[in-house]
């Protein structure tokens, strides 16, 4: 019902910044929960960030808390992750996910997934 298609992705030295972006379709995006999530190679899959409905609720991960900002143009049904200060350790494939309910940071609460977007941070 939902698809969600990330964007924004690519190749930043460290301290850099980028931003990523969802583009959500198939529900109203004021209705979902749209989570970010990456994973690294050898890494189980991480929360990054959340953001509820009008956006007015939103969480971070602990590794980017401070670092990382979620927002959302609902009118534009899209969610955004600026990343900044990145850290070579923020290198992941970053996947965005949408959810009716359930816990912020829990994968297995999430219904539908993008397909992912590559950041990588390296000098």
């Known amino acids: 019902q939902v698809q969600l298609v990330e964007s924004g992705g690519g190749l930043v030295q460290p301290g850099g910044s980028l931003r990523l972006s969802c583009a959500v379709s198939g529900l109203p995006i004021d209705t979902l929960v749209i989570g970010w999530f990456r994973q690294a190679p050898g890494s189980e899959r991480e929360f990054v960030a959340a953001s509820v409905r009008t956006g007015m609720v939103v969480s971070y991960g602990e590794p980017v808390k401070g670092r990382f900002t979620i927002s959302r143009d609902n009118a534009k049904s899209t969610v955004y992750l600026q990343m900044n200060s990145l850290k070579p350790e923020d290198t992941a494939i970053y996947h965005c996910?949408?959810?009716?309910?359930?816990?912020?940071?829990?994968?297995?609460?999430?219904?539908?997934w993008g397909q992912g977007t590559q950041v990588t941070v390296s000098p």
């Open positions: 996910a949408a959810s009716l309910s359930g816990q912020l940071n829990k994968p297995d609460d999430y219904h539908y």
